[in-house]
T-cell receptor, first 117, second 114 residues
Framework: DARVTQTPRHKVTEMGQEVTMRCQPI?????VFWYRQTMMQGLELLAY????????DSGMPKDRFSAEMPDATLATLKIQPSEPRDSAVYFC???????????????FGPGTRLTVL | DAKTTQPPSMDCAEGRAANLPCNHS???????VYWYRQIHSQGPQYIIH???NNETNEMASLIITEDRKSSTLILPHATLRDTAVYYC???????????????FGGGTRLMVKP
């Protein structure tokens, strides 16, 4: 049963610390998305990659957030320095691009619950 | 992407059909209707999508009106495990920034009761 995995599942850190969240997309998927969910804002798209290249990161605060795909099996989202307002659940999702470049559905991981004190 | 409107919450008795409505009056001809759901503490899960014809899979049925301005997701025999927030999303399915993004609204919180 292919699934998107995310680590860690929970992270508590202090303001100013660096946080790195990791995602392993479903094998063979070539599109990876990062979302953030809070009670106030709901689910927001932060960034996404196609074939490991960033296509859109307009939803991500550039001064402290960075997203990378070192290889096809690993996507990372880093926050440095972290702030209390970054407390949220961060979801990674992956999908397989269709022939026209779009895709059918996204498969979401279980999320990383981040708390910044 | 076209904006969607869903009721914030609904109740359904276990074993009965759950009919979740969605309005998308500004949908364009190239936009599909997608449904996802999010069970508490889990990531969103794809349910079904359609363009203009009604669709059915093992999870649900999707009924799209002829003018495509609204749709209904039907869970034919709701169970307690179907309690979740259900999101109706319209988006392009082609290779452009809009087509690759899911814009989640508030969704409908469905409570299935015994």
């Amino acid at each position: 049963d292919a699934r998107v995995t995310q680590t860690p599942r929970h992270k508590v850190t202090e303001m100013g610390q660096e946080v790195t969240m990791r995602c392993q997309p479903i094998l063979g998927h070539n599109t990876v998305f990062w979302y953030r969910q809070t009670m106030m804002q709901g689910l927001e798209l932060l960034a996404y990659f196609r074939n490991r290249a960033p296509l859109d990161d307009s939803g991500m605060p550039k001064d402290r957030f960075s997203a990378e795909m070192p290889d096809a099996t690993l996507a990372t989202l880093k926050i440095q320095p972290s702030e209390p307002r970054d407390s949220a659940v961060y979801f990674c999702a992956s999908g397989l691009a269709l022939g026209g470049g779009g895709y059918n559905e996204q498969f979401f991981g279980p999320g990383t619950r981040l708390t910044v004190l | 992407d076209a904006k969607t409107t869903q009721p914030p919450s609904m109740d359904c008795a276990e074993g009965r059909a759950a009919n979740l409505p969605c309005n998308h009056s500004t949908i364009s001809g190239n936009e599909y209707v997608y449904w996802y759901r999010q069970i508490h503490s889990q990531g969103p899960q794809y349910i079904i999508h359609g363009l203009k014809n009604n669709e059915t899979n093992e999870m649900a049925s999707l009924i799209i009106t002829e003018d495509r301005k609204s749709s209904t997701l039907i869970l034919p025999h709701a169970t307690l495990r179907d309690t979740a927030v259900y999101y109706c999303i319209v988006r392009f399915r082609m290779n452009n920034n809009a087509g690759n993004m899911l814009t989640f609204g508030g969704g409908t919180r469905l409570m299935v009761k015994p």
